[in-house]
């Protein structure tokens, strides 16, 4: 809009004061200013089009003798355009025609040597000047997309690394519990039917939950879509948690004591004290297991430790791993070794916003170790 409505209310003006011409504009000038406004509306979208239209017109103008009039916008319209729409490799070779271009039609139109007067000067503000902004511009817009993209798969793989720790949590966490309750029930199966039977009851239960959970992690790997999500468990669930694991024949001596926590603080407290006590049963060969969960300060605190074995350098394995990836989301920290006195510890200090009180226990403690 701007080459056409400056070509056409000005183009008839352009020869007052100016020597040199040799050409009136007429009827063809006013074509070559519709042939450049034209292209240069396609700039966003064929901007090869702009190029090679608004250098024609504009050249075609200079070398018929017309004077220097408003026309000349459409070049560095085009230079730009080009420059903005093309990586560099291609718009600056584009643009270097369409300059030379202009300085031989402008060298025709005044009849200098291409070296002499200021056309040279002007040929380069024209062209190589918006062509540099051009540049810019999409160097720019370039680095703010591989930032985007970027995000974008890290979001992507943080959510998949997400769902890949629920289904470790859940499915480690059931199996576990599965081979524990199909112990006890082979143990007793002849001496005491009925605890065998609650053992069958509890691995039915178990490995239900378990499939539940796979399921919900799987149909969100499965689809692209952000469908229904099962609720995510807290520290609400705590004592279902101890009572299964103690059915096993596990003694947990348990002293929680928490309030209202952030969700997301909640969840992760519960994830990883559930996967504590997973490793209790598969790792430690343990007969009791001690947890605290407590408000220290600012933090929470969830300690799980065992008197079961416990010797040599902690394997970071994918248990703890995902310990300490639920722990650092939150802004805490998981530490976990063998105890000095024997047995295994671990203990993750989750931070929590200043002001939530601890109003009663989720679980009666047993015993405050």
Not at 25 to 31: E, I, K, R, S, T
Not at 283 to 306: I, L, N, Y
Request: neutral net charge; glycine residues 12%; charged residues 20%.
């Amino acid at each position: 809009m701007l080459v056409a409505g400056a070509g056409l209310l000005g183009t008839g003006d352009a020869g007052d004061g100016e020597s040199g011409w040799t050409r009136s504009p007429d009827l063809f000038a006013y074509l070559l200013v519709v042939v450049a406004a034209v292209a240069a509306l396609a700039v966003r979208r064929m901007p090869a089009v702009t190029l090679a239209g608004c250098g024609t017109a504009v050249g075609t103008y200079l070398a018929a003798g017309y004077p220097v009039g408003p026309i000349l916008v459409a070049v560095p319209v085009a230079a730009a355009g080009v420059a903005v729409a093309w990586p560099a490799n291609r718009s600056v070779p584009a643009n270097v025609v369409l300059g030379l271009a202009m300085y031989v039609a402008g060298g025709l139109r005044f009849g200098l040597p291409f070296s002499a007067g200021t056309w040279p000067l002007l040929v380069l503000l024209a062209v190589a000047l918006p062509a540099a902004i051009g540049v810019g511009v999409r160097t720019r817009r370039d680095a703010l997309a591989e930032v985007h993209a970027a995000n974008v798969l890290r979001v992507v793989a943080d959510e998949r690394m997400r769902m890949a720790h629920e289904l470790h949590d859940a499915v480690g966490h059931g199996l576990a519990v599965i081979a524990m309750q199909a112990g006890v029930a082979l143990h007793v199966l002849d001496r005491d039917p009925v605890r065998a039977r609650a053992s069958l009851e509890a691995i039915r239960a178990t490995s239900r939950e378990s499939l539940d959970g796979m399921r919900a992690e799987l149909h969100l790997l499965s689809n692209d879509d952000d469908g229904p999500r099962r609720p995510a468990v807290t520290l609400a669930e705590a004592p279902v948690l101890l009572d299964r694991i103690r059915s096993g024949g596990l003694a947990i001596v348990a002293d929680v004591w928490v309030g209202e926590l952030p969700r997301e603080v909640d969840v992760a407290a519960y994830r990883i004290l559930q996967e504590a006590l997973t490793n209790v049963l598969r790792h430690a060969g343990a007969g009791t297991a001690r947890v605290r969960v407590a408000r220290e300060g600012a933090d929470v605190v969830v300690e799980v430790r065992d008197d079961g074995r416990a010797a040599g350098a902690v394997v970071e394995g994918s248990g703890l791993a995902g310990m300490r990836t639920r722990a650092a989301r939150v802004g805490g920290t998981v530490e976990a070794g063998p105890r000095p006195g024997g047995g295994f510890a671990v203990t993750a200090r989750l931070p929590l916003d200043k002001g939530l009180p601890l109003e009663k226990p989720l679980v009666q403690p047993l015993e405050r170790p």
